[in-house]
Each structure stands twice: as C-alpha cells, then as structure tokens.
C-alpha cells in the first residue's frame, strides 16, 4: 500500500550536521502524520520528532529539541529531518514512520538509515 524509503545516513563528526530524506511511494493518500524514530545499539526504539499531514503542527523529543528540524513536502511525498549540533548519543538507526487512517497507529515503516556521529 505504502512504502517509505529513508535516505541520508552517514559518518558525521561531533557538532556537525546531516539531512534525512524519506521518499513515500504507492498509496501516499492513506498517510496522515508522519514521524521520525531512532533506536540506538541496545536500546528500544524512541521517538524522535512528529509532523501534522497539514504540516502545521510539529513536536520533538526532549533530547533533540532546538537541534533538529522535522518538515513535509505534500507534492513530492517527501519527509526531512535536518539534524544540527549532533552528538554521539544521537548515534541510531533513524526511521520514518507514517500513521495509517484507520487506528491511529503509525501502520508504515521505512527499513531504517545509519547515522554515527563520530566524537
């Protein structure tokens, strides 16, 4: 129905910056809001930053609050995340995530893009 592709990921210095990208594709209709995660080696995977499918509205975890951007481009099908001032804690598997219409969960899934942030 949907697929989510991530893209971006790299090897980054401490204090440097990286954009991801995730392209929708199919049924990019059914997606309402859309999300990025991050789960780190060991640790269960957390919530990153979400953003309304009117983009008007956006919200960030704690740890990444003033550092990292999310936004949405409607024509294109395209969700960002801009990530500024990293840190090696922010090393993770980042993920892009979109909640179907029916339940209200985040039903579609990117296979996930590498980012280490070297310090």
């Known amino acids: 129905q949907v697929q989510l592709v991530e893209s971006g990921g790299g090897l980054v210095p401490a204090g440097g910056s990286l954009r991801l990208s995730c392209k929708a594709s199919?049924?990019?209709?059914?997606?309402?809001?859309m999300a990025w995660f991050r789960r780190a080696p060991g640790k269960d995977r957390e919530y990153v930053a979400t953003?309304?499918?009117?983009?008007?509205?956006?919200g960030y975890a704690d740890s990444v609050n003033g550092r990292f951007t999310i936004s949405r481009d409607l024509v294109n099908d395209m969700l960002y995340l801009q990530m500024n001032s990293l840190k090696p804690e922010d090393t993770a598997v980042y993920y892009c995530?979109?909640?179907?219409?029916?339940?209200?969960?985040?039903?579609?899934w990117g296979q996930g893009t590498q980012v280490t942030v070297s310090s």
């Open positions: 995530a979109g909640q179907g219409p029916i339940n209200g969960g985040y039903d579609y």
């Open positions: 199919g049924r990019t209709f059914l997606i309402r809001r």
């Open positions: 953003i309304s499918k009117n983009t008007e509205i956006t």
